[in-house]
């Protein structure tokens, strides 16, 4: 399977939405061939042995596996200690399960922490050695490279930026804040605000789709892509929460780049301008003038690129 | 001078304020010897020169002088590159004056980070590696140390916690953003939120004071300190900001440790316990036990004391 002639590359798995997503990595990050399926959250080993043994018939040679998880890792033994949304990966021993199946060193991070290296590594971050990177989609996620390295925290949780509070006289989060990012910017709150603003508002092409079914934040994207004022307005509101997290960032890190993921992205600069108009307003001057502010590259890809970066660094 | 018998000592000077002040520290941080003097703007480098002299009679040796500026240094070429408040230390090259007039190594720091180092190594931050400082004076500053350094940002800028929005509907900072920290939190608007409160209550002994003459947060924390339930409102409301900014460092960062100075921390518990509370109230759970959020220990020698151990730390 292996030969001195075969390029040596590197498995990134991202197990943590309801698709295994994998993506077999070159050396310098790019996707050389992907593979998809429905998670069996039960059967999650088997599922990556299986992905593993098909990507060896591919010509390349795998020197190791990253996974990345929904999940808290112990930075100390590299075992998933936390998952409350895969919670088979932390009973048993995944890893030692895994190398043992696979014959490969095995590593494990945080699915924010991988999607923030690989943006570093081959998407959004390249040629920045500082960026933080929040992700916004059913919820918010984040994570900090400081120097070129992931900074988890003295106990893993750094960059929790989606329970910052924006609005302290907001509403209650899951988390038991009231007023969190989450609360106001994340794909459901989206739509939450979105419904409650079409109560008082009809003119919106939105008004038809919330009156007869369920909208998405997807479609507010896509409604104000086709000019609609009303969802326009709904994302410059949103833009401009996010903007203000973005400026609390920027004044406590001096970071060189934010990096903003997540489906709301897909509406690009009508997201991304009031984020960075916001910021601007929020941040002390010479940490925003320092700051670049752009969309992740990566997609879908971002956690098993970063994974499988880490996964490189690891051996 | 200086024999094989005597001890090594490193001095550190704080320049950032009206007084200068200098320290005599030991290689573990503890002050040998302090001297104190107005300070004077535009003859900065004589004064610490003769500061130097005066302190080279003490039986000690000194290795190494740090100096603590209200500005920011260049971290490439060791120089003071801005400096608002003591414009005299950026023009010439005072580091080349004093290195040549003492002899000795010179390293400048920002006054935050300085003190922010003095308490990591010798104060409130001792057994910690990872600490963000907040300091609230007349303005608040802040900054954070990772894994046993300072870490300065991308430019210099890091740890501008004054200026993260608090209430995204508050007042306009001089900064040009609505809402900070300091436009509640600092000294000065302590005072201004006092008395605007008093126009509406007239129950506080602070009315005497506000009918009669000029008071200070330094009054206030002292009227609280006397069981007026006034002041402690005011102190407990103002521990809410600085607790919703604490609760953001905390789920950025997941530092092990707060440690918060300033004159308005010698109110002690009195503002001390409700940014604790408001802090477990508005961040991550899991980030918010593996903090502990104390008061800083080494008062006015904070930044001579960070300064001279970066210097010997340089050496």
Not at 95 to 110: K, S
Not at 169 to 189: D, H
């Amino acid at each position: 399977m292996t030969s001195t002639a075969t390029p040596v590359h590197y498995l990134g798995v991202d197990i943590s939405g309801a698709t295994l997503r994998a993506a077999l990595v070159t050396t310098t990050g790019e996707v050389a061939a992907r593979r998809e399926a429905a998670l069996e959250p039960n059967a999650v080993g088997a599922q990556v042995a299986h992905v593993v043994s098909e990507l060896r018939d591919t010509p390349a040679s795998i020197a190791a596996l990253g996974i990345g998880v929904p999940g808290l890792v112990n930075p100390e033994t590299g075992r998933v200690v936390v998952s409350t949304d895969l919670p088979a990966v932390v009973r048993g021993d995944l890893r030692a399960e895994l190398q043992q199946a696979t014959g490969l060193p095995v590593t494990f991070e945080n699915d924010a922490n991988a999607a923030a290296y690989g943006e570093y590594v081959a998407g959004a971050g390249r040629g920045s050695r500082n960026l933080f990177y929040i992700t916004i989609g059913t919820g918010i996620g984040g994570a900090l490279i400081l120097d070129g390295r992931l900074w988890r925290g003295a106990s893993g949780f750094a960059g929790e930026v989606g329970h910052i509070t924006i609005d302290p006289e907001g509403i209650l989060c899951t988390c038991g804040n009231v007023g969190c990012l989450e609360t106001v910017a994340s794909a459901p709150n989206i739509v939450r605000r979105t419904h409650e603003r079409l109560l008082r508002d009809s003119t919106s092409s939105l008004s038809r789709l919330g009156m007869t079914k369920d909208f998405t934040a997807a479609d507010i994207a896509h409604e104000a892509n086709n000019g609609d004022d009303f969802a326009l307005l709904m994302l410059e509101r949103t833009g401009r929460s996010i903007g203000t997290a973005v400026a609390t960032v920027i004044n406590l890190l001096n970071v060189e780049r934010i990096v903003l993921g997540g489906t709301i992205m897909d509406a690009g600069d009508l997201i991304l301008q009031p984020i960075i108009r916001e910021a601007g307003k929020r941040s002390f001057q010479p940490c925003f003038e320092a700051t670049q502010i752009v969309a992740a590259q990566l997609a879908a890809d971002a956690v098993a690129v970063g994974a499988a970066m880490l996964a490189r660094d690891a051996t």
